[in-house]
């Protein structure tokens, strides 16, 4: 104490003492069940009589209710409004999905129930399912543990409000929730109450009441009542039979008969507050009233029973004093009132399952229903014309916004409602009186049928799709693949909860109420039949379907209601299909036609190919017929292309005109697309012609299936009349120009047919000079177009075509004959329409042409800023004028205006027109050949009306300049109040073609000096190599740009010169994955610099001072740099021979060849390069397919491998990251051979050469490794050794994904200095020779099994070995001795090392090596025994021997030294005596003596001296192999390699001198043996005098078990003895034994000898026999003791998968003990498995009470000290510090870890926060003594000095802070 004194002195004031405050005294509540408000007392007034007698009656009526402990006066029906967090009531399932339940509740409540609320033991079972990452298909699904219609009890776990603003009600039936008011003390026997299967045991099942104290058993014979076996996570109404411990154990039952009949009585102890659902009471009506009724039961409990509970056939005759029977139908938590049900359906029989769960009649509407009563706070009972009664809530019986009238329902006679749900709990449907209901168009997903098209509201965006709400009632799915017609990935940009959105109903799943949608315009806007069943897929018909699977044979459509058929491969397209995932995706919507359908075996087969080829529903259906008349029309008519003919119009087709040509009448077909070239021109005259209109103007087009197909397109009639370019695909070229159609468009690109069936296919990057995101936004099918040959495929004879309008050109003035003819064709049309319709509209609108000027009358001006004007001649006909169109007006209705004529529609009809003052003004005249600007006032696809300056004039001109001129995006569109680019010419000021408006032609800068540029590609290539120019080298240009390739960019130089632009040359250090001639547009100037020519005629490039660089094309470039250096520095260009291995250059990508497997790249114009296959990635996914990794023009980064500059240029790169190949490495690899019983052949990058053994293949090995593998199969590998281009590699994963950290089953040895003795290994067979059995380890290390040590069989014919073991097998070996210098490895095979089989069959029935051994022990001992009861001289039993003497002690087992031991004392005085146990191995006649001596000497001296062999804590080892023991006779004796007859001879020769020298024993002799027996005799005596002598023989063994039979220790000595003379049987037998003679209350002595005997088995049994004990163990003991101590036994032997699955048992068996946890996390970290550890804590905070979570953590910190990651414990421990900051005793803890396993800075900062902590002074001072004790341990004097200034200062503080409170 003084010590303590000098080092904190005590200092600073102290405080005063303050006198405590009495506390005011508290009244106590005795009656804890009553709710009553606070009473205010009232002065007295004085009363009359009759006023005491009121007050007197009141009086007792309070005091009646008084004495009910939830005594009530209402009675009300359940509402939303009253369920709270905690309420408990029955339920009825009505719907079971995967992942929650829908129950309904009284009063037509409803509840979900997510899958987590069922119980702990099933919530566990699912996330062990998922975190193990197994698969969950075998996990036990809630639909096949609850079914429709069971009746459950389940409280109120939470009530959430979702973004409508309803009320989400979650429930429960966790046994923990429902039963939690139950404890173990108030379980009586005849109780029933609900529970969860936790457990499934050998005899029954653990069921989880929810009472942690209480385990509760189901025996399996109690649980026949149930159809299948029980299992986790089922729901069970029990009877309580048998409750032991004070509730601690109980016995349940299932019978269905008792448990109806159960009803719950006094005795069993209910209370208000354990009160459950469900229970069945006996009442006694108190109270009738209108509502209801109040009813007594349990002798004390009040109860209420309402009007939608009451027997619908007992309601009228109800009296007070009825003794009934109810059940339970809910409890509320907060004032204790219980609610009864006398519902017959919920009583006796019945209650466990409802056979009425849903109603048909739910959403139909009935008319004259009556109201039968009214209550004024819940609703109104009705009843429907069949004389069923139905429910209405009150808010159902008004509109959502009025007030509830009850009086007005009353005087209502008859009433319409609409049945919305069926309460299953009252057997009663629920109504509603709405309005909005009633009229509802969809109320159930009944209504909804596939195809329908519907709107709804986007609820919520979830990861798999759009949740969206039809109506109230119907909620649907849109998966994220039917979002839109492409795959969105980021959708939350796009949709919004609360948008509106329109789909089609996919399919409809009314039982499990689940509707699927799509958003696919395709499908929604599509008009074409819809196929929801098989029978409605007619062959012939047509229907739009999306693709849901791209397979080699083919692709599977889908259409609606699950309708799916196949479409195969040849049937995909028109074209040949190689790869069918190239050109379809998953989600394509897809037009399919029905060739066959088998609606009996749901069979469909579809053609995407018939739709293309233009096959219609009627070919299909009339195929027969009009193949009959094609034969018999074809006589008379000779079809050929290009013919002109006169067609009839016979009938109108979706898509076309059936047609007869005249006058053979031979049937064709003319599609609407082919009725002209503009496609709003194909409508216009469909609906012009009529049948039997004659057409006079058609052409053959084509002929297939004996139809013809004709044209009206002009320019397809003028291609054809001049001769078609090309009839047949020999006759193309690339650079051929040919007119088209549009066939079919594809989302990789468009197909374009040609006259005598040609289809080309323009890819997306050749559809447009605009970059193109969706192919269908950019033509339209039947669209005219010009196309020019790009490629050509003469193998497949398929050719490429472009489309872009820059590379084509066209005939002068093609315009205006274009724009000329499209307007004849629409007047044409329109007169047609006009004269022909009877109508009015029509007649009056063929008056009306562009550009005329009208007054009309303002009718309405809309919101949206346009409005709508009459007409007196045009009085039925709309008239409008955009917003647009009134800028800079004002107009009011009724007012007068002038317009001028925009537009004219007969089809709709409908009348565009203008009020812009500018159109109004006065028209100027217009001059031939003037330029104007000219604005779009009103466009459609092909015309555009524009205005013509501020000339007041307006005129039609066409839309595009050309026939392929394309719009990409918003911006580009001609939309009104835009400028055409460029100006306009006039032609003609008034032309009479257009109705008095004037001519002009337009023509686009851009697209001119493209049409120059085309004309200068027409010229020959000799031509343009003698056309000379000026342009020298170094000369700085200003050019534009005529054309963009991935490769090289075409330029326009002044002059009309062409130039070219390498890649390389277009942007300076561009970024990798970039394209850098995408950044420039064509028609954009640019400054670039001549720095080279290329000979046009050979593609060579030129050097500057070439003879012909002047009539080359100049080659130039972009880069900045090179604009503005000097020309010395431009002539030093990159060379193939400055480039270095190792170098990263920048390179571009060309194109894959597959010839060579190699990709092309280009470094700059003149330098090429390849990539290797193997060389381009280490993603074996991305090798599968080359030409997808790498786009052309794409930048890429590569290393140079090698350069080759003579004979052949060659340069070779890289791309994955190395440039060479050296250890640690990780490549690609492809198989080239398989080498059986060897490995693996590799091919490397860059031209080397590979070999894997078979022990480099998997990090676990395999029985046969080399069979999943083939030839040329890629693969990733890591290089282990290079030796002259020849490479050492391994395909273990642990090598090739370094950075995963994956377990290694079977570990790499690289070298024999890595083994070590007693090692277990596993290895393939390589050889079984004469000298044993070769093993190979690994790829560089073979090891040797003896024949001896590899089967526990006796073998005599060695070739038995050869016959049975193949040659590759795998199996485990031990090792035992390894020799590094020799790099001999010694192993052992038994299955006594390995813990596995015998490497022989059991079939070849050979003798077991142990039963031999002991034969040959038995006669060993008889003639050692017969020797010592000789009388022979010994002179005569000195024999030589040739065996050798044991070296000593230390290297002999115990069992040698027993028998020497016995021997010494039988002959003490003839030490050269020898016997067979004695026998030298090897023939040394002059040690023979000696050594004789020696071992008698050292025999004698251990029996004295040496301590008892077995001492089971130290002695003997339980980890020891059997090879280690040897049996009762010499090592010499058991390991001689000699056969058992040879030594059976030996034994033979020995025993007939020794017989013959017995018989001539002498007296001196005999008299020597006497005193050797009396020797004997008192050695024994001392050993039973002495106690702490160890017993020497199985008789001292059970002489001392007679004296201490539970003891243990002894037991498990007996079982050490007879395992040291080898005898296992014996030792099982004394295991055995002791398990039935140990007392059953000596439980830690069973326990011991449990583990002794598992132990025993670990060691010399096998896997099946250690199970049956550790089973035998765990029904006898308390399991968890066992569990623990196997799995010790499994760590300590090194079965870590054994011990892994045993842990695993255990926390989930165990899991809320935290020894269990801590034991589990204790070895996973002595594994080293810190991470596992770490995850293991996080599930066993999950399984633990809270009060229990700092422990653990803390223990599982200190193991991350002892044996893991010091930092990961630090980190924890401040975790759990910093949640709480005052447990001393944690920071106790960390101090004494950080003291052990930190830096003395780590401790010193420790021990300062600890200082300074904010707890009481007590223990401030423990921490600065024990900092004190640091320092002086530790520390300096100044430290120390430091620590006691810190006291004071702390002190001072502390005294200054108590004087100023």
Same mark, same amino acid.
Not at 21 to 44: A, C, S, W, Y
Not at 1132 to 1161: F, H, N, R, W
């Given at each position: ?1566 008299? +020597? &043996? /006497?005193?050797?027996?009396?020797? %004997?005799?008192?050695? @024994?005596?001392? *050993?039973? $005098?002495?106690?702490? =002598? !160890? ?71 096998? +896997? &099946? /026999?250690?199970?049956?004990?550790? %089973?035998?163990?765990? @029904?006898?003991? *308390?399991? $968890?003791?066992?569990? =623990? !101590? ?176």
């Amino acid at each position: 104490m003084a010590s303590l004194e000098e080092d904190f002195p005590r200092g600073g004031t102290t405080k005063p003492t303050q006198t405590a405050k009495p506390e005011q005294p508290r009244t106590e509540v005795d009656n804890l069940f009553q709710n009553e408000p606070e009473v205010k007392k009232k002065r007295k007034k004085p009363q009359d009589d009759d006023d005491d007698e009121e007050a007197a009656k009141k009086a007792k009526k309070t005091k009646d209710d008084a004495l009910k402990l939830n005594a009530t006066s209402n009675v009300n029906i359940l509402h939303m409004k009253d369920l709270k967090v905690g309420t408990m009531m029955l339920g009825c399932i009505k719907y079971v999905n995967d992942f929650e339940m829908v129950i309904g509740l009284p009063s037509g409540l409803t509840g979900f129930m997510p899958i987590t609320n069922i119980s702990d033991s099933y919530t566990k079972a699912i996330s062990d399912k998922l975190n193990s990452g197994e698969n969950t298909e075998d996990f036990t699904a809630l639909p096949h543990l609850f079914s429709p219609g069971g009746v459950v009890r389940c409280v109120v776990s939470s009530l959430e409000e979702n973004k409508g603003g309803m009320t989400i009600t979650k429930l429960s039936i966790n046994p923990k929730e429902v039963n939690k008011a139950l404890t173990a003390g108030s379980l009586k026997p005849g109780m029933v109450i609900s529970g969860s299967v936790e457990s499934i045991e050998d005899h029954g099942y653990l069921i989880d009441i929810g009472l942690t104290t209480t385990k509760a058993f189901l025996p399996k014979p109690a649980a026949k009542s149930s159809k299948e076996d029980l299992r986790v996570g089922e729901y069970l109404e029990c009877l309580l039979e048998e409750v032991k411990n004070e509730g601690r154990l109980v016995r349940l039952s299932m019978d269905p008969a008792v448990l109806s009949e159960a009803v719950t009585e006094t005795k069993h102890g209910w209370t208000l507050s354990n009160i459950c659902p469900g229970l069945l009471v006996n009442a006694t009506i108190k109270k009738v009233t209108n509502q209801g009724l109040f009813v007594e039961f349990l002798s004390s409990f009040s109860g209420t029973v309402d009007a939608l509970h009451l027997d619908s056939d007992k309601a009228s005759s109800y009296k007070v004093g009825d003794e009934v029977m109810a059940r339970v139908l809910h409890v509320d938590p907060t004032n204790k009132q219980v609610a009864l049900t006398l519902r017959s359906h919920l009583l006796p029989p019945g209650g466990s399952v409802l056979e009425h769960v849903q109603s048909e009649r739910v959403g139909e509407v009935v008319e004259g229903c009556k109201v039968v009563a009214v209550h004024f706070h819940a609703g109104a009972i009705i009843q429907l014309p069949d004389g069923t009664q139905a429910f209405a809530h009150k808010n159902f019986c008004k509109e959502p916004k009025e007030a509830y009238n009850p009086n007005g329902l009353k005087g209502q006679e008859s009433i319409t409602c609409r049945i919305t749900e069926y309460s299953a709990l009252e057997n009663m449907h629920l109504a509603s009186l709405r309005k909005s209901t009633i009229e509802a168009r969809f109320f159930s997903y009944s209504d909804i049928k596939p195809g329908q098209v519907v709107e709804g509201t986007i609820t919520s965006l979830v990861a798999h799709g759009l949740q969206v709400k039809v109506t109230d009632y119907i909620k649907g799915l849109v998966p994220r693949i039917h979002m839109a017609d492409v795959t969105l990935t980021n959708p939350e940009k796009k949709f919004s909860p609360g948008d509106k959105v329109k789909c089609r109903v996919l399919s409809v799943d009314v039982a499990n109420r689940k509707l699927t949608l799509t958003r696919k315009k395709g499908l929604v806007d599509s008009s074409l039949p819809v196929f929801s069943s098989y029978a409605e897929a007619r062959p012939g018909r047509v229907a739009h379907g999306f693709i849901v699977c791209v397979k080699d044979f083919g692709c599977i459509v889908r259409f609606y209601n699950d309708v799916k058929g196949l479409v195969p491969t040849r049937e995909l397209s028109t074209e040949y299909v190689t790869a069918s995932e190239q050109l379809f995706y998953v989600g394509q919507v897809m037009k399919a036609k029905v060739l066959q359908c088998d609606p009996e075996n749901e069979r469909l087969l579809l053609s995407f190919r018939a739709v293309v080829e233009g096959d219609t529903e009627d070919q299909e259906k009339k195929k027969k017929q009009h193949k009959d008349t094609a034969e018999k029309e074809d006589g008379s008519f000779e079809y050929e292309i290009g013919k002109a003919v006169e067609v009839r119009v016979v009938s109108k087709t979706m898509d076309g005109l059936k047609v007869a040509i005249q006058p053979s009448n031979t049937p064709a077909f003319l599609p609407t697309v082919h009725l002209s070239d503009h496609s709003s021109n194909c409508l216009l005259i469909y609906h012009a012609l009529r049948e039997g209109d004659t057409v006079a103007d058609a052409v053959c087009l084509n002929k297939a299936k004996h139809v013809i197909t004709l044209t009206k397109k002009p320019l397809l009639k003028a291609c054809m009349e001049q001769g078609a370019a090309a009839t047949e695909f020999s006759g193309l070229e690339v650079g051929l120009e040919l007119t088209g159609w549009v066939k079919n468009i594809m989302p990789y690109g468009v197909f374009v047919e040609f006259p005598h069936g040609l289809y080309g296919l323009a890819p997306k990057a050749s559809m447009s000079d605009w970059f193109v995101t969706s192919s269908a936004e950019v033509f339209v099918m039947g669209q005219t177009v010009r196309a020019k040959v790009t490629n050509l495929d003469e193998e497949k004879r398929r050719f490429l075509v472009s489309l872009k309008a820059s590379e084509l050109g066209g005939p002068e003035g093609e315009m205006q004959e274009r724009l000329l003819r499209g307007l004849e064709e629409r007047r044409t049309a329109m007169d047609m329409i006009c004269q022909r319709d009877e109508s009015e509209v029509l007649q009056q609108l063929s008056s009306v042409c562009v550009g005329a000027v009208l007054k009309l009358t303002v009718e309405e001006a809309r919101e949206d800023g346009s409005c709508s004007l009459l007409s007196d001649d045009l009085p039925n006909v709309p008239i409008t004028a955009t917003q647009h169109h009134l800028t800079g007006v004002t107009v009011t209705s009724g007012q007068k205006v002038k317009v001028v004529v925009l537009h004219v529609d007969p089809v709709t009809p409908h009348v565009h027109v203008s009020l812009l003052p500018a159109l109004l003004a006065k028209k100027h005249t217009l001059e031939v050949g003037s330029q104007h600007d000219a604005l779009i006032q009103y466009s459609d696809k092909d015309f555009a009306v524009v205005s013509l300056g501020d000339m007041a004039n307006v005129t039609v001109v066409p839309v595009t300049t050309s026939l392929n001129q394309t719009f990409i995006g918003e911006d580009h569109q001609p939309n009104p109040s835009k400028k055409l680019r460029g100006k306009v010419v006039v032609v003609e000021a008034s032309s009479q073609a257009l109705g008095g408006l004037p001519l002009v032609s337009r023509e686009d800068q851009r697209h001119g000096k493209a049409q120059a540029n085309k004309k200068r590609e027409r010229k020959s290539s000799e031509a343009r190599c003698n056309t000379a120019h000026s342009y020298r080298f170094g000369d700085l240009v200003t050019a534009v740009v005529s054309s963009i390739k991935p490769l090289q960019v075409g330029l326009t130089l002044p002059g009309d010169v062409s130039g070219m632009v390498h890649i390389s040359e277009v942007k300076e250090e561009p970024e990798q994955g970039s394209f850098p001639t995408r950044s420039l547009q064509v028609g954009q100037e640019v400054q670039a610099r001549v720095i080279g020519g290329r000979d046009v005629r050979h593609h060579n490039y030129l050097p500057i001072s070439h003879k012909s660089f002047v009539h080359s094309q100049p080659v130039l470039s972009l880069l900045p740099s090179k604009l503005t250096a000097e020309k010395d520095v431009l002539e030093k260009e990159l060379e193939l021979e400055d480039l270095k291995p190792g170098q990263e250059i920048t390179c571009y990508a060309s194109q894959y060849l597959p010839a060579i497997k190699s990709l092309e790249v280009y470094v700059n114009a003149k330098i090429t390069g390849t990539v290797g296959l193997l060389a381009m990635t280490t993603k074996i996914k991305d090798a599968k397919r080359p030409q997808k990794m790498t786009k052309e023009g794409e930048t890429l980064k590569a290393k140079v491998v090698s350069v080759v500059t003579e004979p052949k240029p060659q340069l070779r790169l890289s791309l994955n990251g190395t440039h060479e190949l050296s250890a640690g490495s990780v490549v690609m690899a492809a198989v080239h051979a398989i080498k059986p019983h060897a490995g693996l052949s590799l091919r490397l990058p860059f031209g080397g050469k590979g070999w894997a053994s078979m022990l480099d293949l998997e990090d676990s090995y395999t029985p046969e490794p080399l069979q999943q593998f083939q030839e040329d199969q890629l693969l990733k590998c890591s290089i282990l050794e290079a030796k002259e281009h020849k490479y050492h590699v391994s395909l273990r994963p642990s090598r090739t994904h370094p950075d995963r950290k994956l377990p290694v089953a079977d570990v790499e040895v690289n070298s024999v200095e890595e083994l070590k003795e007693d090692q277990i290994l596993r290895g393939y067979i390589s050889l079984v020779a004469e000298k044993g059995i070769f093993v190979r380890l690994s790829r560089n290390i073979t090891g040797r099994v003896q024949f001896k040590k590899a089967s526990e069989y006796f073998v005599k014919d060695k070739s038995i070995y050869a016959k049975h073991i193949p040659k590759d097998k795998l199996i485990t070996v031990k090792v035992l001795s390894v020799d590094s210098e020799a790099g001999h490895v010694d192993l052992s095979a038994l299955p006594a090392d390995t813990g596995k089989g015998d490497l022989l069959p059991d079939s070849l029935q050979l003798p077991y090596k142990k039963y031999l051994k002991k034969k040959r022990k038995r006669k060993i001992t008889e003639t050692v025994a017969g020797e010592a009861g000789t009388t022979e001289e010994p002179a005569a039993k000195k024999k030589k021997k040739k065996k050798k003497p044991s070296s000593g002690e230390e290297h002999d087992s115990g069992v040698e030294v027993y028998f020497r031991e016995e021997e010494t004392e039988e002959a003490p005085e003839k030490p050269a005596k020898k016997t067979k146990v004695d026998k030298p191995k090897d023939d040394k006649p002059k040690a023979k003596e000696a050594k004789s001596k020696t071992t008698t000497t050292s025999s004698s001296s251990s029996s004295a001296t040496e301590p008892a062999r077995l001492q089971v804590s130290a002695g003997f080892s339980w980890d020891a192999t059997l090879s280690s023991l040897r049996p009762a006779t010499t090592a010499a004796a058991t390991t001689d390699l000699r056969s058992s007859d040879e030594e059976e001879e030996e034994e033979e020769e020995e025993e007939q001198p020794t017989e013959k020298k017995s018989q001539k024993r002498s007296r001196k002799a005999q008299e +020597e &043996e /006497s005193k050797r027996e009396e020797e %004997e005799l008192r050695r @024994q005596e001392a *050993e039973l $005098m002495d106690p702490s =002598q !160890r017993p020497q023989s199985a008789h001292a063994f059970e002489r001392l078990l007679l004296a201490s039979p539970d003891s243990s220790l002894l037991w498990l000595q007996y079982m050490a003895f007879h395992l040291q003379a080898t005898e296992i049987e014996q030792a099982r037998a004394v295991a055995e034994r002791a398990l039935k003679t140990i007392s059953f209350r000596e439980e830690q002595e069973k326990l011991n000898v449990w583990v002794a005997l598992m132990n025993l088995e670990n060691m010399y049994g096998s +896997e &099946e /026999s250690l199970q049956k004990v550790f %089973e035998r163990a765990v @029904q006898y003991c *308390e399991p $968890m003791p066992v569990y =623990q !101590r196997l799995a010790d036994i499994y760590a300590t032997s090194n079965k870590l998968k054994e011990a892994e699955s045993l842990y695993n048992s255990m926390v989930k068996r165990f899991r809320a003990e935290q020894a269990v946890w801590l034991s589990y996390g204790t070895y996973l970290v002595r594994q080293g498995q810190s991470d596992a550890a770490n995850a293991l804590l996080q599930r066993a905070l999950k399984s633990l009470s809270n009060k229990q979570h700092v422990d653990l953590i803390s223990k599982f910190a200190r193991l991350e000290f002892r044996y893991g990651d010091k930092e990961r414990g630090k980190a924890m421990l401040e975790k759990v510090l910093s949640t709480y900051p005052k447990r001393t005793d944690l920071w106790s803890i960390f101090i004494d870890l950080m003291i052990k396993h930190g830096s003395q800075q780590d401790v010193r900062e420790l021990l300062d926060r600890v200082i300074h902590l904010s707890v009481s002074v007590k223990k401030i001072k423990f921490f600065f003594k024990r900092y004190l004790d640091y320092e002086k341990k530790h520390g300096t004097p100044d430290t120390i000095q430091a620590v006691k200034q810190k006291a004071l200062e702390y002190v001072e503080t502390r005294g200054g802070a108590e004087e100023a409170s």
